[in-house]
């Protein structure tokens, strides 16, 4: 299941690269998380701040925020919501952040 989230959001940066400049991580930045990363955390976000209703709406609802910004990969992300959803709730259900859970997923 890992391994298909990274696939999806692999192709969803591929998809939306910037152009090509030179990355270069300095040790002293806080800088926000970007790419790959901010995209799974705001989407655990979304998952973690509708713990109040039913896993369906969880689903619809992410797939409606996220997966609908990348049409060409619209299907492929439905799929891994459906499959994802349980593991990150049961993640959230352990007390663990947006953040800690995409580092679980490899994402971040």
Do not use: W
């Not at 040790?27 to 970007?34: M, V």
């Amino acid at each position: 299941m890992k391994a298909a989230f990274i696939v999806l959001f692999a192709l969803v940066a591929v998809a939306c690269a910037a152009p090509n400049k030179p990355h270069f991580k300095d040790a002293r930045s806080t800088k926000a998380p970007t790419g790959i990363c901010a995209m799974c955390i705001q989407a655990i976000t979304m998952v973690e701040n509708m713990a109040d209703q039913d896993e369906d709406a969880i689903v619809k609802a992410v797939e409606d925020e996220v997966c609908t910004l990348f049409p060409s990969f619209e299907s492929m992300c439905d799929m891994f919501i459906q499959m994802a959803i349980k593991e990150a709730i049961q993640y959230l259900e352990k007390g663990m952040t947006p953040k800690q859970i995409c580092g679980e997923f490899d994402l971040c």
